[in-house]
């Protein structure tokens, strides 16, 4: 079972001091974290971009480009990256040189992203949809193909480009699509391409049609990822009194419209978060693998203003007694099997 750990990066005050670290301590913070999860033994880290808001990342790449230097094994991955909102040619060169930097390391999810703010901000305000469909199918070939001739609707046309440097992955990095909506998975299908299912505060069973749509138009094949809010202690009444502030400030900074105070994080702790001793959460985790038929699992431990040291020692135990208890799915193993 493939882990990484997910990190959204909000910049929200510690609900029990009202604490709000700097700017500078919070993106040293996530570098830390990601450094600590490879030593844990993760496959790699997941870094959000969000503008405008208490979200502190705007340029996951450049943070992954610091943890690259730092690390040498920790995939390296955005997620997720607002393709729609960016060009395409600029993502292929900054994915291309952080691969290069970390020695073929570097992976990309990329979702449509929905947010008037942001699309205001970036001049981007009309067919969200059919930009990322055309942003991704020139990324693709941007990325595997050199002398790229191309022209589409949404920028003006390339005459035989190569962007440098060339990945060193071949024949690319690992691309996965962030969706978890019917038509974001068949172009996943068309595109042949990994499947990330999205938020961490729906209830991971409302994903199962999709996901059964994407497996049966694959021929049983494809990978499949879940993102999850996790929290971990050696007892899970220290896991609960810990984690339940700080989910409950996040839920409220992130989701505010869904339900109120204790009856939103009640239902959060049932379906969507992950919180216990080691034994429960493996067992709920391994869960999900089953439900969903998961190939990957993104751990979100980082949030509601959870302090640095929490966080550390939760990447850490969650390294020692629950990843070696993790079971892979049936349609990795099956795979496995076959090779």
Known sequence: MDVYLLILGDHLPDPGTGTVVTERERLQAIVDQAVVAEEAGFTGV???EHHFTRYIVSAPELLLATIAA???TLRLSTGVTLLAHHDPVRVAEELATLDVLSGGRAELIVARGVSQRTDAAFGVQDDLR???DEN???LLRLLEEPHVTWDGKYRSPLVDVTTTPR??????PLVWIGSGSAVSADLAVELDLPLML??????PSTHRSVV???RAAMGGGGRVALPSHVFVAPTAAEARATWRPHLAAYAEFADPWRGDGDVKVDALMDGAAVCGDPVEVTERLNGLTELLGLDAQLVMVDIGGLPHQAVLDTIRLFGREVLPNLTP???ATARQAAS
Request: charged share 25%; hydrophobic share 30%; aromatic share 6%.
């Open 46 to 48: 997941a870094i959000g």
């Open 70 to 72: 730092r690390t040498s």
């Open 130 to 132: 059919a930009r990322f």
């Open 136 to 138: 991704l199918r020139l």
């Open 167 to 172: 990945p060193m992955q071949q024949p690319r």
């Open 198 to 203: 999205p938020s961490t505060l729906r209830d």
């Open 212 to 214: 059964e749509r994407y």
């Open 329 to 331: 799915s049936p349609a």
